[in-house]
């Protein structure tokens, strides 16, 4: 990867569909999912696709899927499918892997051989969907085995679109991405990377009070297009947690393209923007070591 070439580095996308055309959601909260966003012509790209639309851009991209089986039944996309098919663009494609934390000890292994031996440089979790408190002791045999693999750990927090205006939310629970959840995660595993995924509505203040607090969490700032972000996530962005946070889209809900544009027009410091565009990227998912 010519890091030195990038424009950006988007280090939230998402592998919506396998090769086989199955979807890593259910057709019942993918509806939901594109009201939400009025997201109808939104089609979802494969990976080679994805590859494509980044290189075109002169941008890299750290690509997941979510594994919630044990909540939805809904059967995921496989880890090592991505893993696969982004070695296949290495100069393009960063790939991360989700595990369900009921998966327990098998879901640890699997996280262990994803990252040494297919090249998985991180991992997805989305406690709504996945239907599990990030605090949970259930989830804390793989977080061991992340930490202890040195990659980080990507949290959705705040509202999701996944499940809204259906009749109980399909089931989500929004308490569980609370970013203050998380934040015991980085009390008791304190050598663990993790991303607080999106500015965290309703708990914008918890999430950059956790930040600000712990020194190994961070914030991406997708989901939202840049001229909606709360003006004290700015504030922090420019100032405090200027090293801290990190460009991410939600493609292909989202993209780049429109995410960029907006971030233009925010009154960022000069010497901050590359840092949230692909700086601070670099050094959390050790990029200038490969």
């Not at 075109?56 to 809904?74: C, L, P, Y």
């Given at each position: 990867?010519?890091?030195?070439?990038?424009?950006?580095?988007?280090?939230?996308?998402?592998?919506?569909i396998s090769?086989?055309?199955?979807?890593?959601?259910?057709?019942?909260?993918?509806?939901?999912?594109?009201?939400?966003?009025?997201a109808h012509?939104?089609?979802?790209?494969?990976?080679?696709?994805?590859?494509?639309?980044?290189?075109?851009r002169d941008?890299?991209?750290?690509?997941?899927?979510?594994?919630?089986?044990?909540?939805?039944?809904?059967?995921?996309?496989?880890?090592?499918?991505?893993?696969?098919?982004?070695?296949?663009?290495?100069?393009?494609?960063?790939?991360?892997?989700?595990?369900?934390?009921?998966?327990?000890?098998?879901?640890?292994?699997?996280?262990?051989?994803?990252?040494?031996?297919?090249?998985?440089?991180?991992?997805?979790?989305?406690?709504?969907?996945?239907?599990?408190?990030?605090?949970?002791?259930?989830?804390?045999?793989?977080?061991?085995?992340?930490?202890?693999?040195?990659?980080?750990?990507?949290?959705?927090?705040?509202?999701?679109?996944?499940?809204?205006?259906?009749?109980?939310?399909?089931?989500?629970?929004?308490?569980?991405?609370?970013?203050?959840?998380?934040?015991?995660?980085?009390?008791?595993?304190?050598?663990?990377?993790?991303?607080?995924?999106?500015?965290?509505?309703?708990?914008?203040?918890?999430?950059?009070?956790?930040?600000?607090?712990?020194?190994?969490?961070?914030?991406?700032?997708?989901?939202?297009?840049?001229?909606?972000?709360?003006?004290?996530?700015?504030?922090?962005?420019?100032?405090?947690?200027?090293?801290?946070?990190?460009?991410?889209?939600?493609?292909?809900?989202?993209?780049?393209?429109?995410?960029?544009?907006?971030?233009?027009?925010?009154?960022?410091?000069?010497?901050?923007?590359?840092?949230?565009?692909?700086?601070?990227?670099?050094?959390?998912?050790?990029?200038?070591?490969?």
């Amino acid at each position: 990867m010519n890091l030195d070439s990038l424009v950006a580095i988007d280090v939230h996308t998402h592998a919506e569909i396998s090769k086989d055309g199955h979807g890593s959601l259910s057709p019942h909260l993918l509806g939901a999912s594109a009201d939400y966003f009025k997201a109808h012509d939104h089609r979802q790209p494969t990976i080679p696709e994805m590859a494509s639309y980044y290189a075109s851009r002169d941008m890299a991209a750290v690509v997941f899927t979510v594994d919630a089986e044990h909540a939805t039944g809904h059967p995921r996309i496989s880890n090592f499918e991505v893993a696969e098919s982004c070695a296949e663009f290495p100069d393009v494609l960063i790939p991360f892997a989700s595990i369900d934390p009921w998966k327990g000890r098998a879901g640890a292994r699997e996280a262990r051989r994803l990252v040494e031996s297919y090249g998985v440089r991180g991992f997805k979790f989305h406690p709504s969907i996945q239907g599990f408190a990030p605090d949970d002791p259930l989830a804390y045999p793989l977080y061991e085995v992340i930490e202890e693999l040195g990659v980080p750990a990507l949290f959705h927090t705040g509202q999701t679109g996944i499940g809204a205006g259906v009749p109980g939310g399909g089931g989500v629970r929004l308490k569980y991405s609370n970013p203050m959840l998380v934040d015991d995660v980085a009390v008791d595993f304190p050598e663990l990377r993790i991303i607080l995924a999106h500015p965290s509505f309703p708990w914008q203040d918890e999430a950059l009070a956790v930040a600000t607090h712990k020194p190994y969490v961070y914030i991406d700032l997708s989901g939202w297009s840049p001229k909606y972000f709360p003006p004290q996530l700015v504030r922090y962005a420019n100032s405090l947690l200027q090293d801290k946070v990190l460009f991410g889209s939600d493609y292909p809900v989202i993209t780049p393209d429109r995410w960029l544009a907006d971030f233009a027009k925010l009154e960022i410091k000069p010497e901050v923007r590359p840092k949230i565009l692909k700086h601070n990227a670099i050094r959390l998912l050790g990029l200038e070591k490969t």
